[in-house]
Nanobody, 121 residues
Framework: QVQLVESGGGLAQAGGSLRLSCVASGRTFSSNAMAWFREAPGKEREFVANINWNGASTYYADSVKGRFAISRDHAKNSLYLQMNNLKPEDTAVYYC??????????????WGRGTQVTVSS
């Protein structure tokens, strides 16, 4: 059974930092693009950042550019999101996703269950 499991969420103050992790099990995604999305209460799920298979190419939503950094470790079958200078509007459930066929939700085929990030002002 393929699983993506996120961790590292929690409560942070504005201006603080958190590092999210996502560990894959059941298969490897070393040849696939991966991404982070987030969903705030009452809002649609939105793209945060993605990374290509070897980490050479990354792309960020304008709202997080310069503050967040996505990375991956093939040896650990893991994806990371370093979040700095957090803002209250970053409060959301953060999801890790992997693209294999491009037929899933928002074009990603595998999704984790999410980890809650809450930023207080």
């Amino acid at each position: 059974q393929v699983q993506l499991v996120e961790s590292g969420g929690g409560l942070a103050q504005a201006g603080g930092s958190l590092r999210l992790s996502c560990v894959a099990s059941g298969r490897t995604f070393s040849s696939n693009a991966m991404a982070w999305f987030r969903e705030a209460p009452g809002k649609e799920r939105e793209f945060v950042a993605n990374i290509n298979w070897n980490g050479a190419s990354t792309y960020y939503a304008d709202s997080v550019k310069g503050r967040f950094a996505i990375s991956r470790d093939h040896a650990k079958n893991s994806l990371y999101l370093q979040m700095n200078n957090l803002k209250p509007e970053d409060t959301a459930v953060y999801y890790c996703a992997a693209l294999t066929e491009g037929l899933g939700t928002l074009g990603y085929d595998y999704w984790g269950r999410g980890t809650q990030v809450t930023v207080s002002s």
